[in-house]
């Protein structure tokens, strides 16, 4: 267990005692099951990209454990909410269960696992390994303190590759848009967004024959990112 301090330490150890968990493929269980990888497990949601020159896979793994309960259909109040697709109480309509979901965090917020939660990480396709993984993100726009701490952050958005060879991701809970070289996940520039930019970067040749990339960035409401309403295209250099 881990915790920002020792009170949010106890209080996820305490939760992790109420819990069934017998292991990666734990079953959701009356009791309350620990899931993990959870919900937005390693990239169920952000999906993979391929640099098919160089036979890579580039993707945005997370491990973010979630806590899944099933709830009889009889106990489920009229007015319960569901907060959103991962979060809250899941209808799960015509079965004779509900599911409540969420995230496996201290009642302060904080994760109760240690960091990292998310990774960028390239893998050979010709011998399936795993040829380089390093922490993405940090903690700037998802902590109290807005220190911008290395930690590895969730990401929810997908990756896209150029010909060239660059990796772009804008998915993470702090507010940049990212470029990685492929071969090694060298970071090789990222700049600033106005907002949460969970979505997948696209890339169009402009009229002036330029390769461009674009985002969309709208925020998150599952994750607490900030809204916005903004598509922003850059240019690449030569």
């Known amino acids: 267990m881990w915790g920002a301090t020792p009170f949010d330490q106890m209080l996820c150890r305490i939760q992790f005692k109420e819990l069934r968990y017998e292991g990666q493929y734990t079953p959701p269980s009356v009791q309350g099951s620990l899931i993990y990888p959870g919900n937005v497990g390693v990239f169920n949601w952000g999906s993979v990209s391929l640099d098919p020159v160089r036979q890579l896979l580039f993707t ?5 454990a979630f806590v899944s309960k099933l709830v009889p259909r009889a106990e489920v109040a009229a007015g319960s909410k569901r907060e959103s697709e991962t979060s809250g109480v899941q209808p799960n309509t015509g079965a004779p269960y509900a599911v409540i979901m969420h995230p496996f965090m201290s009642p302060l917020g904080v994760p109760c696992q240690a960091p990292a ?8 396709l010709t011998t399936n390994k795993v040829v380089w993984k390093h922490k993405n993100g940090t903690s700037r726009d998802s902590s109290p303190i807005p220190i911008g701490l290395p930690m590895g952050v969730p990401s929810m958005g997908g990756s896209m590759v150029t010909g060239g060879g660059v990796g772009f991701l804008s998915g993470t809970l ?8 492929v071969k090694n996940g060298k970071e090789l520039w990222k700049s600033r967004l106005p907002a949460g930019g969970q979505a997948t970067p696209m890339s169009y040749t402009g009229k002036d024959g330029k390769q461009y990339v674009l985002v969309v960035v709208g925020g998150h409401g599952s994750l607490g990112t900030k809204m916005g309403d903004y598509i922003i295209a850059y240019k690449l250099s030569e």
């Open 174 to 181: 702090d507010q940049y848009i990212r470029a990685y070289d």
């Open 117 to 124: 939660w998310g990774y960028v990480a390239g893998i050979d």
């Open 60 to 64: 945005s793994p997370n491990y973010m």
